[in-house]
């Protein structure tokens, strides 16, 4: 998308500009992901073992998956929405 969006005309440009967009987001994605983990940790609800009061990593990594799982249909689904009646 971002080599789409870029207003470069050299394609080797272009392609650079888009490699350096991407990393960036998702080093941006993965440090706050790291840092709401430790949040998590730090403040007693997340813990390695199952406790009583607090959730297990593995559990929270399940969740954290099966949610951007849907995110991704939703996604999906919303583009096949809108292309589908501008192709017809």
């Given at each position: 998308?971002s080599?789409?969006?870029s207003g470069?005309?050299?394609?080797a440009?272009?392609?650079?500009?888009?490699?350096?967009?991407?990393?960036?987001?998702?080093?941006?994605?993965?440090?706050?992901?790291?840092?709401?983990?430790?949040?998590?940790w730090?403040?007693?609800?997340?813990?390695?073992?199952?406790?009583?009061g607090?959730?297990?990593?593995?559990?929270?990594?399940?969740?954290?998956?099966?949610?951007?799982?849907?995110?991704?249909?939703?996604?999906?689904l919303?583009?096949?929405?809108?292309?589908?009646?501008?192709?017809?």
């Amino acid at each position: 998308m971002s080599y789409e969006l870029s207003g470069e005309f050299n394609q080797a440009v272009r392609i650079k500009q888009a490699l350096v967009e991407t990393l960036m987001f998702y080093v941006y994605v993965a440090c706050g992901g790291i840092l709401f983990v430790l949040f998590l940790w730090i403040n007693g609800t997340l813990s390695i073992k199952a406790t009583a009061g607090g959730f297990t990593l593995t559990g929270f990594l399940m969740a954290l998956g099966g949610a951007a799982g849907l995110l991704q249909i939703i996604i999906f689904l919303g583009y096949g929405l809108i292309s589908v009646p501008k192709y017809i």
